[in-house]
């Protein structure tokens, strides 16, 4: 892998065919970062950020209940739909715009499982919360694809932060306990948008990371589908992501280079 910059941002890119991936038959799965048989120095985590994986569960098969605790849990759903049950008593379908967030806290049993007749293909991602020894939370919020047309849109923000409410249900982003904000974007061809890294903590340095979905079909080779350039000299197309680093106020600008839908998530870290 190489490093590119524009400005004061430097990438890595961290390509489809070079993440983990398994075929279990009824799970096929990539992960970002080393998860379950899939371990990696180089990829432990990205700040708070420790897990991003792909999934695709097949009808009927899904995650049996299971523990968790002291992480940030949540599941972007793509196509299909994903039932959630967990030990707070919540239980709830999610589908296409639906963004759910279990705080583990000091600890939640949950299962995860397919609902109806098609495949279910979301992203489970985990960051590390900000401090230890909190009460578990559930939350959901909805985001319509016409609300993500061609905008950067914080799906994912602070506790605490400009428009954040702690409702298991409401508008605004879904409240994390980490210090990250995620973007949701689906760029026509054509179209581009631009983000300045945040700033949430005196006198450090920004991270983001950056991740095409794969919304054309399953591919474990070198990615194809959408194609978007990000600042000068970087493509990304389905399944590949790239790390970056830079300075608070420095640009990431993202464009639709390619001739179809291109949705893109944009996490800005510590």
Known sequence: MSASAQSEVQFVAR?????GHANHGWLKTFHTFSFAMYQDPRFQKWGTLRVINEDRVEPGEGFGTHGHRE??????????????????GNREVLKRGDIQLTSAGTGIRHSEMQHGKNPVHFLQIWTMPQRGGLSPKYYN?????EEKRDVLVPVVAPV???GVTETREGDGPTPVQSPVWLFSTILSPGKSVSHRMLR???????K????VIQTS????GKASGSLVKVNKDLFLSEGDGSFAQGTEGAEITIENVGDQ??????????
């Open 141 to 145: 919020r909805h985001f319509t694809d």
């Open 160 to 162: 605490g932060s400009k």
């Open 208 to 211: 983001a990371y950056l991740h």
């Open 71 to 88: 992480f940030e849990i949540f599941s972007y759903i793509v196509d299909g739909e994903l039932e959630h049950q967990d030990s707070m």
């Open 15 to 19: 390509r489809n065919e070079d993440r």
């Open 261 to 270: 839908d291109a949705e893109v998530l944009l996490f800005d870290l510590d």
């Open 200 to 206: 949430l903590w005196k006198g450090t340095q920004r």
């Open 217 to 220: 079909s399953y591919n474990k």
